[in-house]
T-cell receptor
Framework: GNSVTQMEGPVTLSEEAFLTINCTYTATGYPSLFWYVQYPGEGLQLLLK?????DKGSNKGFEATYRKETTSFHLEKGSVQVSDSAVYFCALSALKSSGDKLTFGTGTRLAVRP | KAGVTQTPRYLIKTRGQQVTLSCSPISGHRSVSWYQQTPGQGLQFLFEYFSETQRNKGNFPGRFSGRQFSNSRSEMNVSTLELGDSALYLC????????????FGPGTRLTVL
C-alpha cells in the first residue's frame, strides 16, 4: 500500500536558520504530493503541492520538489521565523477507481527560537 | 469564499454513547473526506463521500459511519463510544475528489470519558 515517511521531530531551530524536513514516499502510479501545516488548536492548512515529477511547489518561502527518482518531497525554507513554529505533515494522494484519499506521514514538529 | 466548517468544535461524551459530527464543505465542492487524528496513530482516513455515496473507506470498525446530503454537507456518526475514540476529527472537502487539493476544516475535538 501507499505510505509516507518523514523525519522524526521535534526540530528546534533559531530564527533565520535554514530548514529541511525530509519526506519520502511509497506509492503505485503517480501520486500528487502535499505539505500541510497545523498550528496549535487548528486544522490542517495546505502549504504547497506538486502533481508530477520535477514540479516544485512553493508558498510563503517554503519549497519542495517532487523527485520521482528518489521518491522524495523534502520541505525547505531558507530563513525560518518564530511564526513558522507548527507541525508539518507530508502527504500523498494516489487516485483509485474507488475515489481519493490522503495518506499522511507522522508529522514533524518545528520549534523556532527567537 | 467561506472555508470548511465543522460543528461542534468540542464535544465531551461518555463511553457507550453515540455522537454525530457535522461538516459543511466549501461551496461548490462535492467530495467530503473524514480523518481521525490521535497522538498515537496520527492522521488516519475514515471515509470519503461524493454525490451522497460513500466512495472510499478506511480501516475503521462499523461503529464509524457517515452520510452526505444533496447539498454536499456531511455528517459522521460514532456509536457505542470507546475511550480510544477520543481524537480530533477532521473534515476535508475538494471539488471532485479526483486527486485535487483537499481543504480542511478546524476539526471537532471529541473527548470520551
Amino acid at each position: 500500500g501507499n505510505s509516507v515517511t518523514q523525519m522524526e521531530g521535534p526540530v528546534t531551530l533559531s530564527e533565520e536558520a535554514f530548514l529541511t524536513i525530509n519526506c519520502t514516499y511509497t506509492a503505485t502510479g503517480y501520486p500528487s504530493l502535499f505539505w500541510y501545516v497545523q498550528y496549535p488548536g487548528e486544522g490542517l492548512q495546505l502549504l504547497l503541492k506538486a502533481t508530477k515529477a520535477d514540479d516544485k511547489g512553493s508558498n510563503k518561502g517554503f519549497e519542495a520538489t517532487y523527485r520521482k527518482e528518489t521518491t522524495s518531497f523534502h520541505l525547505e525554507k531558507g530563513s525560518v521565523q518564530v511564526s513558522d513554529s507548527a507541525v508539518y505533515f507530508c502527504a500523498l494522494s494516489a487516485l483509485k477507481s474507488s475515489g481519493d484519499k490522503l495518506t499522511f506521514g507522522t508529522g514533524t514538529r518545528l520549534a523556532v527560537r527567537p | 469564499k467561506a472555508g470548511v466548517t465543522q460543528t461542534p468544535r468540542y464535544l465531551i461524551k461518555t463511553r457507550g454513547q453515540q455522537v454525530t459530527l457535522s461538516c459543511s464543505p466549501i461551496s461548490g465542492h462535492r467530495s467530503v473526506s473524514w480523518y481521525q487524528q490521535t497522538p498515537g496513530q496520527g492522521l488516519q482516513f475514515l471515509f470519503e463521500y461524493f454525490s451522497e455515496t460513500q466512495r472510499n473507506k478506511g480501516n475503521f470498525p462499523g461503529r464509524f459511519s457517515g452520510r452526505q446530503f444533496s447539498n454536499s454537507r456531511s455528517e459522521m456518526n460514532v456509536s457505542t463510544l470507546e475511550l480510544g475514540d477520543s481524537a480530533l476529527y477532521l473534515c476535508a472537502s475538494s471539488l471532485d475528489g479526483n486527486g485535487d487539493t483537499q481543504y480542511f476544516g478546524p476539526g471537532t475535538r471529541l473527548t470520551v470519558l
